[in-house]
Each structure stands twice: as C-alpha cells, then as structure tokens.
C-alpha cells in the first residue's frame, strides 16, 4: 500500500489548547478519512472529506483535503480531557484499499 | 443502527493452533475489511470482501484466509498460529467498497502463547 506520514507522532498539551495534526501521501487519495481510537477499542470515525479543498467540520474538529490530494490535516479547538487518545488519519485511491497512518498520541493535562 | 460486533473479544492461543473471528456488519452495509493492528506496525490491512467476494488482499501470508456469507458477515482464519500473530483483529464495514467510509468494530484482541 502507499505509504502516510503522519506527523506529530504524540503531542502533550494543557486543557483549552488548539491542536493540529497532519497526513502526507507519496500518492493522490480520492478520500481522507481521520479516526480516533481509544484504548481496547476500535477507532471511531471522525471526519471523511471526499473532495479536494474540502473544509469540514465536526463541533470542534475540523479537517481539510489538501489541494494536492496527498494531504490532509486535522485541527481540534479548545481542547479537552476527553480528546485523549490516538488519532489516525487515512486515505484511499479507487478500487484500493484504505491506508492508515501510524497514529498520533494526543495528551491533555487538565 | 447497531454497529459492526465482533466475537470474540479476547482469546487465548497456543503457537501452532488455528483461530476463527467473526465479524457481523452494520445493517444494510455489504463490505467488510479486516486489519491488523500491532504497537510496531500500526494498523495493516488484510483482506476486503464484498458481497462475498475478496476485492483486495494485503501483504499476508497465506496462513490468513477470510470468506464473507450471504449476509455479509464475515470470518477471518488464521492457521498455524505464530507468536507474531499476536494483535488486535480489526473489522470494518462500509455500504459500498472504495470511497465509503468505514465503521470499525471493537476488535479482538488475540494473544498467541
């Protein structure tokens, strides 16, 4: 499968923070998607942008499909202690499968 | 809608033997997509069914084999268990197969002694 660069690798922040996080492709995805996942769980879908330029937004969660069509980015407003947890992100070409990042470890101090 | 299931959620194996996972999609939903996923590789995927047909297959060996039945549940199959199979198995369902999104389950979380 191709190959994501998901960057940063973990992140420790304080309670009301902003949080950015973002995904890098040597290939042009048709969809990103961004995961989170919690500890013995599987990963929840967060967001899915279809289109290249697509801003969306999911309360605070906000994510965009780079113009290239090899990146992503995923932002978190005023963030919380419930926020905790890793988040993936994850791009697919057509008629392959769906390729995952290696995961970015969200920490937030109260 | 109740969500993607799986059974079970923890199992215990020796090395050598062989494991059957189930996995029952979101109503209506007819692809499932298995993953492995490991602290060090992160998560890997293995094969994609739909309508009972694999559409996609990872970089597996052949020891993990998966079928989906006529109403769209699906089994993976890992035989001559490895210490290195030790993982949590992940399924996914979507409606459709490339460009849906994908609803993972909770997972079972398989230990190879």
């Known amino acids: 499968g191709q190959q994501l660069n998901q960057s940063p690798q973990s992140m420790f922040i304080q309670e009301g923070e902003d949080v950015s996080m973002n995904c890098t492709s040597s290939s042009i995805f048709n969809t990103w998607l961004w995961y989170k996942q919690d500890p013995g769980e599987g990963p929840v879908l967060l967001i899915a942008?279809?289109?290249?330029?697509e801003l969306t937004s999911n309360g605070r969660l906000t994510a965009q499909f780079g113009i290239t069509r090899k990146d992503s980015f995923l932002n978190i407003s005023a963030s919380i202690p419930s926020d905790v947890g890793i988040y993936f992100c994850a791009g697919q070409s057509s008629g392959y499968a769906l390729n995952f990042g290696k995961g970015t470890s969200l920490l937030v101090t109260p | 809608k109740a969500g993607v299931t799986q059974t079970p959620r923890y199992l215990i194996k020796t090395r050598g033997q062989q494991v059957t996972l189930s996995c029952s999609p979101i109503?209506?939903?007819?692809?499932v997509s298995w993953y492995q996923q490991t602290p060090g590789q992160g998560l890997q995927f293995l094969f994609e069914y739909f309508s009972e047909t694999q559409r996609n297959k990872g970089n597996f060996p052949g020891r993990f084999s998966g079928r989906q039945f006529s109403n769209s549940r699906s089994e993976m199959n890992v035989s001559t268990l490895e210490l290195g199979d030790s993982a949590l198995y992940l399924c996914?369902?979507?409606?459709?197969?490339?460009?849906?999104?994908?609803?993972f389950g909770p997972g079972t979380r398989l230990t190879v002694t």
């Open positions: 996914a369902s979507s409606f459709g197969t490339s460009g849906s999104e994908q609803y």
């Open positions: 109503s209506g939903h007819r692809s």
């Open positions: 942008l279809y289109k290249a330029g």
